[in-house]
T-cell receptor
Framework: AQTVTQSQPEMSVQEAETVTLSCTYD???????LFWYKQPPSRQMILVIR??????QNATENRFSVNFQKAAKSFSLKISDSQLGDTAMYFC??????????????FGTGTRLTVIP | EPEVTQTPSHQVTQMGQEVILRCVPI?????FYWYRQILGQKVEFLVS????????KSEIFDDQFSVERPDGSNFTLKIRSTKLEDSAMYFC?????????????FGPGTRLLVL
């Protein structure tokens, strides 16, 4: 079974600073995908960034980047130049390789990030 | 940009009543999902649906739940006899079937309250 662990229930960061959210996972799969989703107070689930396990290069999306350490099964999210709109719950999620079927997402318990003006 | 839509946004029902939550996935997607999130907890998988049948389901998805794709666009989740513990946010998601389309896109959710 797949498990995703987010060990930081809450974090805060000053506006314009950088923050890193941690995520570890456990799986015996060799092909899989990792995601960070953002959930603002509206509770909509918004994709932030994705990473294919077969890619060594870390994914980046504007101010968001990941540090993917496959051997350590670690997948952290770095938010640079934090903005007030980044205040949200952030969920790390795992999905088995799509070749093996429909494949649902396994979510961590989330990290509540507050950006302080 | 295409998006997943869900109706209603809020639903209040009495315990024991049936509810149907509706979703319109992104039009060229082939895999459909329902997740739920009890307030303050993580998002949990309920069921996945592909080629007009259930692909996988979790332990939560018992006989009280069913899913259907009644036409080419809608994807519904039915709860036959709601319980208090069914109160949660229910998310529909969809994705395509090619490598770069593995990302699941979520709808805005339906907030269900069972009284």
């Amino acid at each position: 079974a797949q498990t995703v662990t987010q060990s930081q229930p809450e974090m805060s960061v000053q506006e314009a600073e950088t923050v890193t959210l941690s995520c570890t996972y456990d799986t015996s799969e060799s092909n899989y995908y990792l995601f960070w989703y953002k959930q603002p107070p509206s509770r909509q689930m918004i994709l932030v960034i994705r990473q294919e396990a077969y890619k060594q290069q870390n994914a980046t999306e504007n101010r968001f980047s990941v540090n993917f350490q496959k051997a350590a099964k670690s997948f952290s999210l770095k938010i640079s130049d934090s903005q007030l709109g980044d205040t949200a719950m952030y969920f790390c999620a795992f999905m088995k390789g799509w070749e093996t079927g429909a494949n649902n997402l396994f979510f961590g318990t989330g990290t509540r990030l507050t950006v302080i003006p | 940009e295409p998006e997943v839509t869900q109706t209603p946004s809020h639903q209040v029902t009495q315990m024991g009543q049936e509810v149907i939550l509706r979703c319109v996935p992104i039009s060229n997607h082939l895999y459909f999902y329902w997740y739920r999130q009890i307030l303050g907890q993580k998002v949990e998988f309920l069921v996945s649906f592909y080629n007009n049948e259930i692909s996988e389901k979790s332990e939560i998805f018992d006989d009280q739940f069913s899913v259907e794709r009644p036409d080419g666009s809608n994807f519904t989740l039915k709860i036959r006899s709601t319980k208090l513990e069914d109160s949660a946010m229910y998310f529909c998601a969809s994705r395509g079937n090619r490598g770069y389309q593995e990302t699941q896109y979520f709808g805005p959710g339906t907030r269900l309250l069972v009284l």
